[in-house]
């Protein structure tokens, strides 16, 4: 068994570890649960800059208009929102809720686009009258739809058609979109005839398509063939059906390293291990891109192109700190040697994607975070499913049965789930009348602030009626 040490292991200006201390910002974990109790997530106001400054480094890969428009449903918290917003980010929403939230937090209709596969009328009307860039089509029955709301509100609806490239991305299987057994898009036909249809509509203003390969995905070349799919459809769409585009959206998806400190590696399957510790530059993808277009770029001079990265914006910019809350040890038979289980508060009604996906959070102890991480342990989280565990019950050696800590890491000690920031907090829920958690943000000039806060008994019952 190896050794696992940190002493190195940080992100600047979010987090490092220094006389044993995990510290967050100003603070160390410690003072941070202590002061605002666990489970916990903290954000770093800094790192959701870089990681959007890392992004618009595709202008430089490209010869055209870009524009990054952050997927809120990685995680729509207002605070979250607007840093984001802050850090120079346009948005992409998934319903009427969050198309409301981006507006409270201040983007402009020029700022938003709108995806979704099941769009209520309501949704589509907000949409219409706000006037967004875009709302993202995705069937032929909803362009129907959203002409007949157009015609009714009396106003053009700026539209793009999403559509099923057919390309397989080496993700899960869950986080695939692209592919004709997914749900998503219509096919490329379709959507031709739909140009077709609908080219002369003064309600439609047929301005994109749009295509979303999938979620952390490993290859960066599945950016070249997306690319290349949409500069031959818009050529297509150019020459048989006479429209001109305005802007080709190529999605999201962008990987983020949650092996980065993975010392841990061996116990994965390979396949899982190449998914988890995926990590290529969003610029380095789409200098390849653009390379493979060749004299196509040409024609894309005057095309914007549209990204909506979610995961690689707020993954690493967010912590989980969770208290261990009980310790048991035990064997599975007699010949063998007894685990201790350790079991915390942070289960998966708060990080869903420890269920759904059987998702990898790499922890660290983070109140012993300078001393070897030697020690096997089994960890599970609070709820009464035997599934709310950090390993996969299925037994498939997909992820490490075992989490490495120090020795004698027992109750009431702090541990740090790194990299949580997307897909956790937009998901969570009260399961077993959990109060959902205080979240903070680590603001640029060196403050906390709490930009969501624990849930009292009375927000178990928000909404139900006695
Ligand atoms: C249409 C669409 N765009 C963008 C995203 C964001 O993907 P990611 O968070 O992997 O960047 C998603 C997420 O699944 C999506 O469905």
Known sequence: MKDMVYGSIGLEGFFRIEENQLILGNFTAKDLACRFGTPLFVFSESRIRHNVEKL???????DCEVKI???????SNLGILRAIKEAGCDVEVNSGGELWKVQKAGFTAEQIIFNGNSKEIWEIENAIEAGIYSIQVDSVYEL???????????KPARVSLRIVPHIKS???????????????GMMPEEALEAFCDYKNSPYLKLNGIHVHIGSQNPDKRVYSEALEFLVETLLKVKEDVGVDLHHLN?????????????FQEDGFAPSVKRVFASDFEPFDAMVD???????RAKLLENITLIFEPGRSIIADAGICLTTVRNIKHRSVSTSRPKDTWLLTDAGFN???????????????????????????????GPLCDGGDVYFDIEGKERLPDYRFLPEGTRPGDVLALLNCGAYSISQMFQYNGRFLPCVVLLTCNGEVVVIRKRDTFEDLLLNEIC
């Not at 428009?69 to 990685?74: G, L, P, Q, R």
């Not at 080496?170 to 997914?182: I, K, P």
């Open 56 to 62: 618009f480094r595709i202008r430089e890969a490209v």
């Open 69 to 75: 428009c952050y997927a809120a449903k990685a995680n």
């Open 144 to 154: 129907s739809l959203i002409e007949q709301t157009a015609r009714r509100l009396n």
């Open 170 to 184: 080496g993700t899960y299987s869950g986080l695939q979109t692209a592919l004709l057994t997914s749900k998503f």
């Open 250 to 262: 190529l999605g999201g998806g962008f990987p983020v390293n949650y092996l980065r400190y993975g």
């Open 289 to 295: 891109a653009w390379k493979n277009l060749a004299d």
């Open 350 to 380: 708060i990080l869903l994607s420890m269920e759904t996906y059987k998702w990898y959070y790499h922890l660290i102890h983070a109140e012993r975070a300078g001393e070897p991480h030697k020690v096997p342990y089994k960890l599970g």
